[in-house]
């Protein structure tokens, strides 16, 4: 079992810039692929980015390239998103996963673990 907890969401003005963290408990998290994913209202869950177990690989989707950045710290067993230049089509609840692979998931069923999630808002 792994436990995700996020932190770091709020209000932000567009332009702005957050820095989500997930903190992880349980088994070794460096095992894990990570993602960040973000749901808004009546939208599916998407995924954002992604990083291998080892940090060498990453996904973003194009809605945030150059924007977000996706980055791990497998001693502190915490996950990072610092997304800068926000609009209010950001405006989501981030939730961030681990999944058991050595690949770099971005499907949502793929994942095995979630967190339960921390409501970003960015206001025009």
């Known amino acids: 079992q792994v436990q995700l907890v996020e932190s770091g969401g709020g209000l932000v003005q567009a332009g702005g810039s957050l820095r989500l963290s997930c903190a992880a408990s349980?088994?070794?998290?460096?095992?894990?692929?990570m993602g960040w994913f973000r749901q808004a209202p009546g939208k599916e869950r998407e995924c954002v980015a992604a990083?291998?177990?080892?940090?060498?690989?990453?996904y973003y989707a194009d809605s945030v390239k150059g924007r977000f950045t996706i980055s791990r710290d497998n001693a502190q067993n915490t996950g990072y998103l610092q997304m800068n230049s926000l609009t209010p089509e950001d405006t989501a609840v981030y939730y961030c996963?681990?999944?058991?692979?050595?690949?770099?998931?971005?499907?949502?069923?793929?994942?095995?673990?979630w967190g339960q999630g921390t409501q970003v808002t960015v206001s025009s």
């Open positions: 996963a681990a999944a058991d692979t050595r690949f770099l998931p971005t499907t949502p069923g793929v994942y095995d673990y």
């Open positions: 990083i291998s177990w080892s940090g060498r690989s990453t």
């Open positions: 349980g088994r070794t998290f460096s095992r894990y692929a």
